[in-house]
Nanobody, 115 residues
Framework: QVQLVESGGGLVQPGGSLRLSCAAS????????MGWYRQAPGKERELVAI???????NYADSVKGRFTISRTNGKNTVYLEMNSLKVEDTAVYYC?????????WGQGTQVTVSS
C-alpha cells in the first residue's frame, strides 16, 4: 500500500501563487507516476498534471503555462507550483499515485482563489 500526505492548500487572490506538496510512503517501489487531480463543486474530478518516473509530463490545457509539476530525485514527493491563479482554479486538489496495482489517493487539500 501507498500512503499520500498532501500540504500547501489555502486561500489566495487571483493572480497569486501556491505550491502543493505530496509525500508518498509505504510501497513506493510500486509507483509508476504521480500527479494531481482536482474536483470543483458540482463537477467531476479532472486531471491537472502528472509526471511519470521517467520524467514525462501531461497537463490539462487549462493549466498549461501556469502550473508546473515536479518530483524529488527519490521520486516519492511530488509538487505542484501554481502561478497566475484564477477563480476557476478553486477546487479540492488530490494527489494521485499510479502504481502497479491499484491507484492511491491523498485526502485532498482545498485551494480557494478569491478576492
Amino acid at each position: 500500500q501507498v500512503q499520500l500526505v498532501e500540504s500547501g492548500g489555502g486561500l489566495v487572490q487571483p493572480g497569486g501563487s501556491l505550491r502543493l506538496s505530496c509525500a508518498a510512503s509505504g510501497s513506493i517501489f510500486s509507483i509508476r507516476a504521480m500527479g494531481w487531480y482536482r474536483q470543483a463543486p458540482g463537477k467531476e474530478r479532472e486531471l491537472v498534471a502528472i509526471m511519470t518516473n521517467g520524467g514525462a509530463t501531461n497537463y490539462a490545457d487549462s493549466v498549461k503555462g501556469r502550473f508546473t509539476i515536479s518530483r524529488t530525485n527519490g521520486k516519492n514527493t511530488v509538487y505542484l507550483e501554481m502561478n497566475s491563479l484564477k477563480v476557476e482554479d478553486t477546487a479540492v486538489y488530490y494527489c494521485n499515485a499510479r502504481c502497479v496495482g491499484p491507484d492511491y489517493w491523498g485526502q485532498g487539500t482545498q485551494v480557494t482563489v478569491s478576492s
